[in-house]
């Protein structure tokens, strides 16, 4: 099993500890304006920004974001939204 597969193992447990849920996982894609997209791109949502930052700095994400290191190049952005 390749080191991004092992991150994507275990990852959504961490994001769930922390009140976490994926809403979009790399579903199919049209640029519809703009230059094309052709990145992956996961939407969480956490229930604050609180625990958006409380996930990501935790240890155990720490620990699995180390599987993902010289396998995927990813950003990470948080966003308070509004409902």
């Known amino acids: 099993m390749g080191r991004i ?3 994507l193992n275990v990852t959504p447990a961490i994001i769930e500890k922390f009140g976490g ?3 979009v ?3 199919e894609m ?3 304006e703009g ?3 052709k990145r992956r791109i996961v939407i969480l949502e956490f229930p604050t920004m609180e625990k958006a930052k409380e996930w990501y700095n935790s240890t155990e994400y720490q620990e699995a974001r180390k599987l993902r290191e010289g396998a995927a190049i990813g950003e990470i952005v948080a966003i308070n939204g509004i409902k």
């Open 5 to 7: 597969q092992k991150y």
């Open 21 to 23: 849920k994926a809403l």
């Open 25 to 27: 996982k790399a579903g």
């Open 30 to 32: 049209v640029t519809l």
């Open 35 to 37: 230059p094309e997209e």
